[in-house]
T-cell receptor, first 115, second 113 residues
Framework: KAGVTQTPRYLIKTRGQQVTLSCSPI?????VSWYQQTPGQGLQFLFE???????NKGNFPGRFSGRQFSNSRSEMNVSTLELGDSALYLC??????????????FGPGTRLLVL | GENVEQHPSTLSVQEGDSAVIKCTYS??????FPWYKQELGKRPQLIID?????GEKKDQRIAVTLNKTAKHFSLHITETQPEDSAVYFC????????????FGAGTRLAVHP
């Protein structure tokens, strides 16, 4: 099976702009989670989607949002970008069997630089 | 609460030595404990995981031990090789929600030839 893919891989934006990142999960996986990775804060959970519904949300401001489509592909959007949003954004997918805590498989990430 | 403490933050060993990384947690609801390895510029990759119904799991040079009573789990790498150099993250699931992985801060392992 093909792994988790993310597009674009690199992005440069300026403060105040918005950005949309895309994630395609492993075929058959229904859950997509998003994480932000920075040198200072490590890997932090943003949100998780399952069956087009947000099931969990981390402690990030409302400028961070996401959605999931019927084919399980997911997008995240960051509006009004700030310098501190510069980070590696990782998505991860899992089959999401009911009641089972499962392995999550990560995509290569999108590296966002905000100038 | 949502917290995983990982130690040490950096670890330097000679090739062939063993390396041990330990994580402690406070939320006891997790029953799945994965370890990820992240090489420079690459994605985190699962290297081993353990479920709460076992105390130890081995895969060649890598092993993980879990003590649910004491709320800690550890990664053991034996006969380290230069290609083991990377950042290692422990993780567990937060009881408050599905698929919400909480990560330790990471351990940067350097294996010197």
């Amino acid at each position: 099976k093909a792994g988790v893919t993310q597009t674009p891989r690199y992005l440069i934006k300026t403060r105040g702009q918005q950005v949309t990142l895309s994630c395609s999960p492993i075929s058959g996986h229904r859950s997509v989670s998003w994480y932000q990775q920075t040198p200072g804060q490590g890997l932090q959970f943003l949100f998780e989607y399952f069956s087009e519904t947000q099931r969990n949300k981390g402690n990030f401001p409302g400028r961070f949002s996401g959605r999931q489509f019927s084919n399980s592909r997911s997008e995240m959007n960051v509006s009004t970008l700030e310098l501190g949003d510069s980070a590696l954004y990782l998505c991860a997918s899992s089959p999401s069997l009911a009641g089972v805590q499962e392995t999550q498989y990560f995509g290569p990430g999108t590296r966002l630089l905000v100038l | 609460g949502e917290n995983v403490e990982q130690h040490p933050s950096t670890l330097s060993v000679q090739e062939g030595d063993s390396a041990v990384i330990k994580c402690t947690y406070s939320d006891s609801a997790s029953n799945y404990f994965p370890w990820y390895k992240q090489e420079l510029g690459k994605r985190p990759q699962l290297i081993i995981d353990i479920r709460s119904n076992v105390g130890e799991k081995k895969d060649q040079r890598i092993a993980v031990t879990l003590n649910k009573t004491a709320k800690h789990f550890s990664l053991h790498i034996t006969e380290t090789q230069p290609e083991d150099s990377a950042v290692y993250f422990c993780a567990l699931y937060f009881s408050g929600g599905y698929n919400k992985l909480i990560f330790g801060a990471g351990t940067r392992l350097a294996v010197h030839p």
